[in-house]
Structures are given as C-alpha cells and as structure tokens.
C-alpha cells in the first residue's frame, strides 16, 4: 500500500495547472527518527517539491505523505520547549480578549493541540478549552488538566465533540492549518463545531518570509501548502468565509496570524486590505520563485564550500538544536556523521536518543556537547541566531557559530 500520492491537482481550486517551482530531492520525513545504537534499516523518502497554481496563487507541496506517517503516535515535537512559542500564545491569548471576551461558558477548540501549551494559556484567563491532537503527546496535556480528544480532527471527530461539549466560539490552528490533508474537508468540520458568529484563528509559516529570506528549510513533507494571505483569502471564500484581520508573527522565523469568520459577521479590519495591497505589489509569485529556486541553489553550494574549508582544516562541527526544519538543510546539503560529530538539543527534549531523520546525526542533551568544546555550531534554528548565540555563550561554547541562511556564514 503506498504511503503517499502524487499532487496532480491545486488543493485549494482544483486546477490542473501546477508548475514545478523548486525541487529538494527525495527527504525522510522530519520526525521520523530511529534510536541511537540501531542499525540502519529501511527508511522512506519522498520527493520534496514546491508547485505553483497559477489560477489561485496557491503555493504547496507536491506530494502527499500518509499523515499516519507523518504524525505516528511517538511522535517527538512539543511546543511547551519552546520560550518563543510560548510568548507568541500569550501575546494570541490576550489579542482575543479584544474579539471575544472570555467566559467560563465560552469554548475554544485547538487543532492539533500538541502538549496544550496554547489552550493553558486561554484557560488561564477563564475560558472553557478543549484540544484535538492524534499523538501520543495529548496524553501530556490531558495530565495538566488541559482537556484534549486524541485523533485527527474530521467530520466524526467533530461530531462526538458537539454532542458532548457543544459548539465553539473559536477555534484555532497554530502552525497545523498547512499541514491537514483534504483542506476543504477540514474547513467544512470548523464550520460545523463553530458558531455562527465565531471565529476560526489559523497561524501559518507565511510565504513572503520563506521567499525574502530564503527560508526553503522549511519545506517538508507535513507541511502541504504555503500560504499568502491572498491564497488563503480565496481558499476560505468558496466556505463563506472572510478573512477579518491579519497580523505578522516572529513564530518559525516569520508566520501570519490570520483571523476568519463567516461572512457578514464580523468587521473586516484594515489590517486585510494593507496586507493584500503589500502583496500586490510584490508583483508576480511565478517571478519571485524562480528566483527563490536560483538563490536556493546558490546557498546549498556556497554552503557546501564553506563545510568543507572547515573540514580540511581538521576542525569539529556540531549542529545546535534538531527543529524540523534541520532535517530539511541536513538533507538538501547531503550532511551525515563524518561532518556533523552531533546535534545539541535542550534538555527534555523527547528528540534526544534518536537519529536525525536520514542519517547516523545522534541528537544528544546541549549541555553534553557543548562540554566537549567543539569549534563550530552549525545552528539550525537560525532565524533565532541573535537568541541563541549569547545563551550558547553563556553556557561556555567558545568556537564559532555557523549561520547557514540566508547568506552562509561563520560568526
């Protein structure tokens, strides 16, 4: 049985007419991971390509992995590790009191809930939560008291839940709403457990910050589309949904946070207009692309050149912290144990013990590695490289840090 399908048709229009934008090769799925001390065994790989539809602007991946793959119930990623995940909830948890009060007897829906770190924050300040979350990491959040569903969410799913606990004033989708297969379906279960008058609340990686700066790190396999905000007005239309405010986010190195409500029931803010105008004169998506496909290819080869210069002089590479998006840089630029000794990541991740996906990288606690005083940090969190570098600082590191996009380089 195939694991995966092919795109042939836009997800959001059904339109026939999708151009190859850039291709990455064929990736093991970023969070798959096989425990340290394993032999090497059989580990898929599916192709990484971004296609284009020119009919509705829609940016996405052009194949689709089976999400059971994708998101097994060991799955590793939790977002309460996290400090910049957890300020941008706060910031989302009080920005709605200015759409919705909160009140006990008002209920949020989060999608792919995770460990509860967002719906903690809005229980905190009184309101009635309830998450939906297929792995095993929902029995985190139902340990801290954060009510979460395990399975995927659809049409069944949402059935159970209206019956049980009634509908939902809001229903949220921080960094998922990309990754759901069968996008139009999905739309149609929000619209079923939402009110009338509720709001749907979706954060996404934003295609304007992966074009300027140069963010193809971030294109993998479970996340399915790339969204502007004007791909994303014409996706929700069709449901009778309108988009009522906009706002950008710093979340996954650039991320918009985007506010929608059945039509007519809400003010449209100016924030959607300014932010439809700034992409329009951004000229045409095709053009910006193609060159994002030129630039891609330029810095995986200086990349490479520079990896090397260090290597021949006989000097340590470790990468600091295993994101998702490492797994993407690791394996465009063809990077194994023979180049990078280790990856530090913080301690309590669930990824410590375990291969980077693709290759022999053991993952191993930040405190451990950096004891063993390598001489260059290949950051792979690098859109928070100004973060990160003095904490690394302060807990001894004293080589140099590689920066790897967007313009390689040592620091």
């Not at 089976?66 to 910031?91: A, I, M, W």
């Not at 690791?330 to 013990?353: C, F, H, N, P, T």
């Not at 100004?386 to 600082?393: A, G, N, Q, Y």
């Amino acid at each position: 049985m195939n694991s995966s399908i092919s795109i042939q048709q836009c997800q959001s229009c059904g339109s026939n007419e999708l151009a190859s934008a850039l291709f990455l090769g064929f990736l093991p799925p970023v969070n798959t991971m096989q425990k340290i001390g394993e032999r090497p065994r059989e580990e898929a790989a599916y192709p990484t390509e971004l296609l284009y539809c020119s009919r509705c602007d829609l940016v996405q991946l052009g194949c689709m992995v089976d999400q059971r793959v994708l998101f097994p119930p060991e799955y590793p990623y939790t977002s309460g590790t996290t400090k910049l995940l957890h300020d941008n909830f706060e910031r989302l948890a009080a920005e709605l009191d200015d759409f919705v009060p909160p009140d006990r007897r008002r209920l949020i829906v989060d999608i792919g809930s995770n460990d509860g770190t967002l719906l903690a924050k809005h229980q905190a300040r009184g309101w009635r939560v309830l998450g939906v979350e297929p792995t095993d990491v929902a029995d985190i959040a139902n340990a801290r008291d954060i009510p979460t569903e395990k399975g995927f969410f659809a049409e069944a799913v949402v059935r159970r839940l209206v019956e049980r606990e009634g509908k939902a004033n809001v229903v949220t989708a921080t960094n998922c709403f990309a990754h759901m297969p069968d996008i139009h379906n999905v739309i149609g279960a929000i619209l079923s457990i939402l009110t009338e008058d509720g709001l749907f609340i979706s954060e996404s990686h934003y295609l304007v910050s992966l074009i300027d700066e140069l963010q193809f790190d971030t294109i993998y396999h479970e996340h399915l589309r790339y969204y502007s905000v004007t791909s994303l007005t014409k996706l929700l239309a069709p449901h009778g949904l309108e988009v009522i405010h906009v706002s950008r986010i710093p979340t996954h190195g650039g991320s918009i946070r985007v506010y929608a409500a059945r039509q007519g029931r809400h003010v449209v803010r100016p924030s959607v207009q300014e932010v439809l105008e700034a992409e329009r004169r951004r000229g045409s998506w095709r053009a910006q692309l193609t060159q994002l496909r030129h630039r891609t290819i330029e810095a995986k080869l200086r990349m490479q050149r520079l990896i090397a210069e260090i290597k021949g002089a006989h000097r340590r590479i470790v990468a600091v912290g295993a994101p998702s998006r490492g797994s993407t840089l690791i394996g465009y630029l063809g990077l194994d144990d023979g180049i990078i000794d280790a990856v530090a990541e913080v301690k309590g991740s669930r990824k410590i013990g375990f291969y980077l996906p693709g290759t022999l990288i053991p993952v191993r606690e930040e405190k451990t590695v950096l004891a063993e005083h390598p001489s260059v940090a290949l950051l792979l969190s690098w859109h928070i490289a100004d973060e990160l570098m003095p904490k690394l600082r302060a807990q001894g590191f004293d080589g140099q840090f590689l920066v790897p996009l967007p313009e390689p380089r040592l620091v």
